[in-house]
Protein backbone atom coordinates (compact mmCIF):
# COMPACT_ATOMS: atom_id res chain seq x y z
CA UNK A 1 0.00 0.00 0.00
CA UNK A 2 1.42 2.99 -1.14
CA UNK A 3 1.73 5.79 1.96
CA UNK A 4 -0.99 8.62 2.32
CA UNK A 5 0.23 11.71 2.43
CA UNK A 6 0.43 13.44 6.06
CA UNK A 7 -1.47 16.59 6.60
CA UNK A 8 -0.16 20.17 8.13
CA UNK A 9 3.92 18.57 8.28
CA UNK A 10 5.21 20.69 6.21
CA UNK A 11 8.59 22.60 7.03
CA UNK A 12 10.74 25.22 5.81
CA UNK A 13 14.04 26.48 6.29
CA UNK A 14 12.95 29.36 8.18
CA UNK A 15 11.75 26.62 10.95
CA UNK A 16 14.14 26.24 13.72
CA UNK A 17 16.71 23.70 13.51
CA UNK A 18 20.12 23.03 14.63
CA UNK A 19 23.56 23.95 12.72
CA UNK A 20 23.98 20.35 13.08
CA UNK A 21 20.94 19.09 11.36
CA UNK A 22 21.29 20.72 8.01
CA UNK A 23 20.77 18.29 5.06
CA UNK A 24 22.28 20.40 2.73
CA UNK A 25 24.43 23.27 2.45
CA UNK A 26 26.12 25.44 0.02
CA UNK A 27 28.44 28.39 1.20
CA UNK A 28 29.92 30.96 -1.74
CA UNK A 29 28.86 28.29 -4.29
CA UNK A 30 30.07 29.49 -8.12
CA UNK A 31 30.37 27.64 -11.16
CA UNK A 32 32.16 29.04 -13.94
CA UNK A 33 32.51 27.65 -17.33
CA UNK A 34 35.35 29.00 -19.55
CA UNK A 35 37.10 32.03 -18.97
CA UNK A 36 37.99 35.29 -20.14
CA UNK A 37 35.17 37.28 -22.47
CA UNK A 38 33.35 34.01 -23.35
CA UNK A 39 32.69 32.47 -19.44
CA UNK A 40 29.86 31.43 -18.46
CA UNK A 41 28.38 31.85 -14.76
CA UNK A 42 26.13 29.15 -13.81
CA UNK A 43 26.27 30.08 -10.34
CA UNK A 44 26.72 33.30 -8.93
CA UNK A 45 27.80 32.48 -5.33
CA UNK A 46 24.87 30.38 -3.94
CA UNK A 47 24.13 30.34 -0.06
CA UNK A 48 21.70 28.08 1.01
CA UNK A 49 20.58 25.74 4.13
CA UNK A 50 18.18 22.86 3.95
CA UNK A 51 17.39 21.03 7.45
CA UNK A 52 16.46 16.94 7.99
CA UNK A 53 13.26 16.24 6.46
CA UNK A 54 12.48 19.29 4.14
CA UNK A 55 11.28 18.95 0.70
CA UNK A 56 12.41 21.73 -1.47
CA UNK A 57 11.48 22.44 -5.26
CA UNK A 58 13.59 24.77 -7.54
CA UNK A 59 12.61 26.59 -10.44
CA UNK A 60 13.96 28.93 -12.89
CA UNK A 61 14.07 29.86 -16.69
CA UNK A 62 16.30 28.10 -19.52
CA UNK A 63 19.69 28.77 -18.46
CA UNK A 64 18.69 30.26 -15.06
CA UNK A 65 21.18 27.49 -13.50
CA UNK A 66 18.96 24.70 -12.07
CA UNK A 67 20.51 21.42 -13.70
CA UNK A 68 23.95 23.06 -12.48
CA UNK A 69 22.95 23.65 -8.59
CA UNK A 70 21.47 20.25 -8.69
CA UNK A 71 24.40 18.74 -10.24
CA UNK A 72 27.00 20.69 -7.93
CA UNK A 73 24.27 19.81 -4.41
CA UNK A 74 24.69 16.56 -5.49
CA UNK A 75 28.65 16.32 -5.78
CA UNK A 76 28.06 15.12 -9.52
CA UNK A 77 30.27 18.20 -10.41
CA UNK A 78 32.75 20.49 -8.41
CA UNK A 79 31.90 24.10 -7.83
CA UNK A 80 34.64 26.75 -9.15
CA UNK A 81 34.62 28.54 -5.89
CA UNK A 82 32.37 27.78 -2.62
CA UNK A 83 31.74 24.68 -0.40
CA UNK A 84 29.04 22.04 -0.04
CA UNK A 85 28.49 19.90 2.84
CA UNK A 86 26.13 16.99 2.89
CA UNK A 87 24.41 15.52 5.80
CA UNK A 88 27.31 17.20 7.88
CA UNK A 89 30.08 16.25 5.90
CA UNK A 90 32.12 18.63 3.40
CA UNK A 91 32.65 17.21 -0.37
CA UNK A 92 33.67 19.63 -2.03
CA UNK A 93 37.33 18.90 -1.74
CA UNK A 94 36.49 15.18 -2.03
CA UNK A 95 38.71 12.81 -4.39
CA UNK A 96 36.29 11.33 -7.17
CA UNK A 97 36.70 7.82 -5.36
CA UNK A 98 35.70 9.50 -1.66
CA UNK A 99 32.65 11.15 -3.66
CA UNK A 100 31.52 7.90 -5.97
CA UNK A 101 31.49 6.13 -2.82
CA UNK A 102 29.43 8.87 -0.43
CA UNK A 103 26.68 8.99 -3.87
CA UNK A 104 26.21 5.54 -3.62
CA UNK A 105 25.40 4.95 0.23
CA UNK A 106 24.39 8.54 1.35
CA UNK A 107 21.99 9.93 -1.71
CA UNK A 108 19.39 9.05 -3.69
CA UNK A 109 18.74 9.97 -6.93
CA UNK A 110 15.49 10.05 -9.24
CA UNK A 111 15.77 11.04 -12.96
CA UNK A 112 13.02 11.71 -15.48
CA UNK A 113 14.04 8.95 -17.40
CA UNK A 114 13.71 6.18 -14.47
CA UNK A 115 17.49 4.84 -14.88
CA UNK A 116 16.29 1.33 -14.07
CA UNK A 117 18.68 -1.62 -15.63
CA UNK A 118 16.26 -3.58 -18.06
CA UNK A 119 18.30 -6.88 -17.64
CA UNK A 120 17.43 -6.66 -13.52
CA UNK A 121 14.08 -7.62 -11.89
CA UNK A 122 12.50 -4.71 -9.75
CA UNK A 123 13.81 -6.12 -6.30
CA UNK A 124 17.22 -6.12 -8.12
CA UNK A 125 16.69 -2.76 -9.19
CA UNK A 126 15.87 -1.74 -6.00
CA UNK A 127 18.81 -3.22 -4.12
CA UNK A 128 21.38 -1.95 -6.88
CA UNK A 129 22.67 1.03 -4.45
CA UNK A 130 23.57 -1.58 -1.25
CA UNK A 131 25.26 -3.65 -4.22
CA UNK A 132 27.45 -0.89 -5.33
CA UNK A 133 28.40 -0.03 -1.82
CA UNK A 134 29.32 -3.07 -1.40
CA UNK A 135 26.49 -4.12 1.14
CA UNK A 136 24.90 -7.09 1.17
CA UNK A 137 21.20 -6.45 -0.77
CA UNK A 138 18.54 -6.90 2.02
CA UNK A 139 15.25 -7.78 0.27
CA UNK A 140 13.37 -7.21 3.40
CA UNK A 141 13.78 -3.78 2.78
CA UNK A 142 13.36 -3.93 -1.01
CA UNK A 143 9.79 -5.78 -0.04
CA UNK A 144 8.78 -3.20 2.64
CA UNK A 145 9.68 -0.17 0.45
CA UNK A 146 7.97 -1.58 -2.80
CA UNK A 147 5.16 -2.30 -0.53
CA UNK A 148 5.44 1.65 0.53
CA UNK A 149 5.08 2.74 -2.79
CA UNK A 150 2.46 0.52 -4.26
CA UNK A 151 4.05 -2.41 -6.42
CA UNK A 152 3.75 -4.84 -3.29
CA UNK A 153 4.62 -8.44 -5.25
CA UNK A 154 6.08 -7.07 -8.52
CA UNK A 155 9.93 -7.81 -7.09
CA UNK A 156 10.51 -10.06 -9.33
CA UNK A 157 8.91 -8.54 -12.61
CA UNK A 158 11.05 -6.45 -14.84
CA UNK A 159 11.14 -3.14 -15.60
CA UNK A 160 9.69 -3.75 -19.17
CA UNK A 161 6.61 -4.93 -17.67
CA UNK A 162 6.17 -1.97 -15.90
CA UNK A 163 4.16 1.48 -16.93
CA UNK A 164 6.00 4.23 -16.58
CA UNK A 165 4.37 4.84 -13.04
CA UNK A 166 4.98 2.23 -11.77
CA UNK A 167 8.80 2.23 -12.69
CA UNK A 168 9.19 5.82 -11.47
CA UNK A 169 8.02 4.09 -8.04
CA UNK A 170 10.95 1.49 -8.28
CA UNK A 171 13.17 4.14 -8.85
CA UNK A 172 11.27 6.06 -5.79
CA UNK A 173 12.20 2.75 -3.54
CA UNK A 174 15.99 2.13 -4.69
CA UNK A 175 16.43 6.37 -3.72
CA UNK A 176 14.66 5.41 -0.47
CA UNK A 177 16.70 1.85 0.28
CA UNK A 178 19.67 3.14 1.62
CA UNK A 179 18.23 5.97 3.92
CA UNK A 180 20.14 8.49 1.90
CA UNK A 181 20.87 12.15 3.63
CA UNK A 182 19.30 13.67 0.68
CA UNK A 183 17.14 12.89 -2.51
CA UNK A 184 18.14 14.49 -5.12
CA UNK A 185 15.17 14.56 -8.12
CA UNK A 186 15.48 16.04 -11.63
CA UNK A 187 12.48 16.69 -13.82
CA UNK A 188 10.69 13.00 -11.75
CA UNK A 189 7.82 13.69 -12.99
CA UNK A 190 7.98 15.43 -16.51
CA UNK A 191 7.60 11.87 -18.16
CA UNK A 192 4.46 11.19 -16.67
CA UNK A 193 0.99 11.97 -17.80
CA UNK A 194 -0.45 14.23 -14.96
CA UNK A 195 -2.64 11.82 -12.77
CA UNK A 196 0.12 9.35 -12.50
CA UNK A 197 2.62 12.66 -11.83
CA UNK A 198 0.51 13.24 -9.06
CA UNK A 199 0.51 10.22 -7.34
CA UNK A 200 4.32 10.08 -7.67
CA UNK A 201 4.58 13.64 -6.19
CA UNK A 202 2.91 12.38 -3.39
CA UNK A 203 5.04 9.53 -2.87
CA UNK A 204 8.07 11.96 -2.26
CA UNK A 205 5.60 14.12 -0.41
CA UNK A 206 5.22 11.06 2.43
CA UNK A 207 8.72 10.34 1.99
CA UNK A 208 9.45 13.23 3.67
CA UNK A 209 6.39 13.78 5.78
CA UNK A 210 6.12 10.08 7.33
CA UNK A 211 10.58 8.81 6.57
CA UNK A 212 11.57 12.08 7.41
CA UNK A 213 13.83 12.16 4.03
CA UNK A 214 14.90 15.15 2.38
CA UNK A 215 14.27 15.99 -1.14
CA UNK A 216 15.57 18.33 -3.61
CA UNK A 217 13.66 18.42 -6.81
CA UNK A 218 14.08 20.69 -9.77
CA UNK A 219 11.26 21.18 -11.67
CA UNK A 220 9.53 23.33 -14.41
CA UNK A 221 5.84 22.45 -13.59
CA UNK A 222 4.22 24.93 -10.87
CA UNK A 223 2.03 21.77 -9.82
CA UNK A 224 5.01 19.67 -8.55
CA UNK A 225 6.64 22.44 -7.35
CA UNK A 226 3.43 23.05 -5.21
CA UNK A 227 4.44 19.67 -3.11
CA UNK A 228 7.58 21.05 -1.78
CA UNK A 229 7.53 23.26 1.22
CA UNK A 230 9.40 25.76 -0.18
CA UNK A 231 10.45 26.84 -3.57
CA UNK A 232 13.44 28.46 -5.12
CA UNK A 233 13.89 30.58 -8.24
CA UNK A 234 16.38 31.05 -9.62
CA UNK A 235 17.74 33.49 -12.23
CA UNK A 236 21.02 33.97 -14.00
CA UNK A 237 23.05 31.61 -11.53
CA UNK A 238 21.51 33.14 -8.56
CA UNK A 239 18.29 32.45 -6.33
CA UNK A 240 16.25 35.69 -6.73
CA UNK A 241 13.07 34.54 -4.82
CA UNK A 242 11.32 31.69 -2.27
CA UNK A 243 7.86 30.73 -1.95
CA UNK A 244 6.85 28.52 1.60
CA UNK A 245 3.56 26.62 1.02
CA UNK A 246 2.94 27.90 -2.03
CA UNK A 247 -0.42 27.13 -4.64
CA UNK A 248 0.17 25.64 -7.75
CA UNK A 249 -1.57 29.67 -8.56
CA UNK A 250 1.15 31.55 -6.66
CA UNK A 251 4.31 29.36 -7.55
CA UNK A 252 2.98 30.09 -11.55
CA UNK A 253 2.24 33.83 -11.32
CA UNK A 254 5.62 33.92 -9.95
CA UNK A 255 7.74 32.32 -12.26
CA UNK A 256 5.84 34.53 -14.88
CA UNK A 257 6.76 37.95 -13.00
CA UNK A 258 10.19 36.55 -13.14
CA UNK A 259 10.46 35.41 -16.38
CA UNK A 260 8.91 38.83 -17.31
CA UNK A 261 11.31 40.95 -15.43
CA UNK A 262 14.53 42.08 -17.25
CA UNK A 263 17.32 42.21 -16.44
CA UNK A 264 16.93 39.81 -13.34
CA UNK A 265 18.79 40.93 -10.16
CA UNK A 266 20.43 37.95 -8.33
CA UNK A 267 20.12 38.22 -4.74
CA UNK A 268 21.37 34.79 -2.46
CA UNK A 269 18.75 33.35 -0.23
Known amino acids: MALRRAKNTRRTTADAAPAHDWAVELRGVRR ?3 RGASAVHALRGIDLTLPRGSFTAVMGPSGSGKSTFLQCAAGLDRPTDGSVRLGGTEITGMSENKLTELRRSRLGFVFQAFNLLPSLTVEQNVVLP ?9 RRRAAELLAQVGL ?3 GDRRPGELSGGQQQRVAIARALVTSPDVIFADEPTGALDTTTAAEVLALLRN ?11 VTHDPAAAAYADQVL ?6 IVDALASA ?10 TLTARRPFVGVAA
Open 32 to 34: QYG
Open 130 to 138: MRLAGDRPD
Open 152 to 154: AGK
Open 207 to 217: AVDSLRATVVM
Open 233 to 238: FLADGS
Open 247 to 256: SRAQIAERMT
